[in-house]
């Protein structure tokens, strides 16, 4: 069945590191991939996004391209702060289903 | 203005009571939904509305039902309440099943 598989957490890193969240999924057809990310006590907001193969979602430094030969979408971003602790989600969404399916969440703590 | 808003933000309550969750959105989207997040931040859809109609009923127990009296709307009503039922409620929106969703604050629920 569909379903998306990220990497267990927590991730510790000091602040400037370099991260790197994975995420693999399974889906049948071409999903649209998606990484969602949860502050302490807030819901889940949007951090990127991509809806085809070799596409490259990007936002506030983070990135991460949609690999369909490896089915994968890996989360990355260069330095990070302190304020990038959080929740991230990975998800899918196919057609056939018509719902989108989460992953399980990897919790970041950034040290200063 | 608040895109998705749920009243109320935390809720405290005795096995047996019978409690409701209200969401609204103002962001004109089509469709709605009810998410239940563990304490090891797991996230589970429960129920999708489109266009005011159920689309996905997931695997929950008959205690919960939602209700949609307009697009904007989405409330959940849970009867009986038990103790696995304390959790944190999200409700979001999206334009379309296949778009980003937007999440409320979410709603914690206590059962003592």
């Known amino acids: 069945g569909n379903s998306v598989t990220q990497m267990e957490g927590p991730v510790t890193l000091s602040e400037e590191a370099f991260l790197t969240i994975n995420c693999t999924y399974t889906?049948?057809?071409?999903?649209?991939l998606f990484w969602y990310v949860q502050y302490p006590g807030e819901g889940l907001q949007l951090l990127l996004k991509?809806?085809?193969?070799?596409d490259k979602g990007s936002n506030k430094g983070f990135e991460a391209t949609y690999r369909k030969e490896t089915t994968s979408f890996h989360l990355e971003k260069g330095s990070v702060q302190v304020s990038d602790s959080a929740v991230y989600f990975c998800?899918?969404?196919?057609?056939?289903?018509?719902?989108?399916?989460f992953g399980a969440g990897t919790r970041l703590f950034v040290k200063a | 203005d608040t895109a998705v808003s749920q009243t109320p933000k935390y809720l405290v309550t005795q096995m047996g009571n019978d409690k409701s969750i209200k969401c609204e959105q103002n962001?004109?989207?089509?469709?709605m939904y009810w998410y239940k997040q563990d304490s090891k931040k797991f996230l589970k859809i429960m129920f999708s509305?489109?266009?005011?109609?159920?689309?996905i009923n997931e695997t929950v127990p008959n205690r919960f039902s939602p209700k949609s009296p307009d697009k904007a709307h989405l409330n959940l009503h849970i009867n009986s309440l038990e103790l696995g039922d304390s959790a944190v409620y999200f409700c979001?929106?999206?334009?379309?099943?296949?778009?980003?969703?937007?999440f409320g604050p979410g709603t914690r629920l206590t059962v003592t």
């Open positions: 991509a809806t085809k193969a070799d």
């Open positions: 979001a929106s999206s334009q379309g099943e296949r778009y980003e969703q937007y």
């Open positions: 889906a049948t057809g071409y999903p649209s």
């Open positions: 998800a899918l969404f196919y057609t056939g289903g018509f719902k989108t399916i």
């Open positions: 509305y489109n266009n005011k109609e159920l689309i």
């Open positions: 962001l004109g989207h089509d469709t």
